[in-house]
Antibody, heavy 121, light 108 residues
Framework: EVQLVESGGGLVQPGGSLRLSCVASGFDFSSYYMTWVRQAPGKGLEWVANIKQDGSEKYYVDSVKGRFTISRDNAKNSLYLQMNSLRAEDTAIYSC??????????????WGQGTLVTVSS | SFVLTQPPSVSVAPAKTARITCGADNIGSYTVHWYQQKPGQAPVLVVNDDSDRPSGIPERFSGSNSGNTATLTISEVEAGDEADYYCHVWDSLSDQGIFGGGTKLTVL
């Protein structure tokens, strides 16, 4: 059974940093692109970033470029999102999702339950 | 930037057909995926690659994509289909994923 479990969320002050983790199980993690998606309270889904199987390609939504860094450790079946210079508008539930086997245009076929990040003073 | 436009809400009576649209300039040249999200739950993929149905998704769910509109069609709607639905594409021009704003499906 495919499982994705996020952790690392919490309350952080504006300008602060947080590192999110996503541990995967039930599939060959190293064979898939992986994606982070966020959802602000009461709002829709927003694609945040994704990363190629070997970490050689990374893509970001414009609003987080230069502040967030996506990474992965295939030996640990883990995906990460380092978030710096956090803003109030980054407040959201952050979820990891399994992306494509062949390319980044494929669907997100498995999702974690997410971890809540609250940016507030 | 590339924007996917969905109606905020769609209402349908039980056993009828619901159609949820996702509009954008020349969306027919993109590959569209659809997700269902119920309150407090993670999204579930219901249609991938415009019209394919993942394993375990009822045949009542189908998709199409042409011109400037992609459509998720749910036939013989049930109360359990009440949820938010999102379309999703990869924009190769900006190298970013894009979600539509979401459509709340209400079963009357």
């Amino acid at each position: 059974e495919v499982q994705l479990v996020e952790s690392g969320g919490g309350l952080v002050q504006p300008g602060g940093s947080l590192r999110l983790s996503c541990v995967a199980s039930g599939f060959d993690f190293s064979s898939y692109y992986m994606t982070w998606v966020r959802q602000a309270p009461g709002k829709g889904l927003e694609w945040v970033a994704n990363i190629k199987q070997d970490g050689s390609e990374k893509y970001y939504v414009d609003s987080v470029k230069g502040r967030f860094t996506i990474s992965r450790d295939n030996a640990k079946n883990s995906l990460y999102l380092q978030m710096n210079s956090l803003r109030a508008e980054d407040t959201a539930i952050y979820s990891c999702a399994r992306d494509g086997y062949y390319d980044k245009e494929e669907a997100l076929d498995y999702w974690g339950q997410g971890t809540l990040v609250t940016v507030s003073s | 930037s590339f924007v996917l436009t969905q109606p905020p809400s769609v209402s349908v009576a039980p056993a009828k057909t619901a159609r949820i649209t996702c509009g954008a300039d020349n969306i027919g040249s993109y590959t569209v995926h659809w997700y269902q999200q119920k309150p407090g739950q993670a999204p579930v993929l219901v249609v991938n690659d415009d019209s394919d149905r993942p394993s375990g998704i009822p045949e009542r769910f189908s998709g199409s994509n042409s011109g400037n509109t992609a459509t998720l069609t749910i036939s013989e709607v049930e109360a359990g289909d009440e949820a938010d639905y999102y379309c999703h594409v990869w924009d190769s021009l900006s190298d970013q994923g894009i979600f539509g704003g979401g459509t709340k499906l209400t079963v009357l």
